[in-house]
């Protein structure tokens, strides 16, 4: 079985053989409810871009637990040169194996910097984590070759999708990316943390209908594969 929990914005932990966090920014993140100290044992942490809500406490919970940084070449070493005593995996779309865990990066339509200097290109992974197949699609929006990501690795048991508007896809957006991966479930995310992405879930659940079971899931809330 995989666990994947929700941890607030675009925060997620995927537990089975190996613990996985993506993009966990818990700290200043409005919605989590978990604190970066409370994860003790991580192997991979994986970051979809550079953006300050993305790579969050990917440093400090490295150092402290010797989990290994998957980023984009470009975002791996920009954190290992403003930091010591980490270790990085920096890749580039495509796949690739870490620590027997099965990553895909994919392309993410969205911008990748510290807020001012681009700093590599934005991503989603796909995590092939003890027979389950899960997609984080980063901050982007829709676009067409999420078919491909079916057609090479699908099926995909759980994707896990921006609805927040502005800075991504909003719900009708999302729901159309729901129709080209085919996932099974899908979980919203990246929205209701600030003023700008505030949305209803429920409207995204209306749009999906009976494409995917839509799980709304609350910060520290799992979902069993
Ligand atoms: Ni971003
Ligand atoms: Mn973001």
Redesign the pocket.
Known sequence: MVQVRFLGHAAFEIVGSKKILVDPFLTGNPQATARAEDFREIDLILVT?A?G??IGDTVEIAKRTGAKIVAMFDVANYLVENNKGITTVGMNYGPTEVDGVRIIQVPAW???SDGKYSIGN?SGYIVKLDGKTIYHA??TFVFGDMALFNELYGPIDVALLPIGGH??MGPKEAAKAVELLKPRKVIPMHYGSWPPIVQDPEEFRRLVGDKAEVHVLKPGEVLEL
Request: net charge negative; proline share 0%; no cysteine.
């Open positions: 871009h953006h809500d993305h969205h911008s990748s934005a980063g901050d800075f991504t």
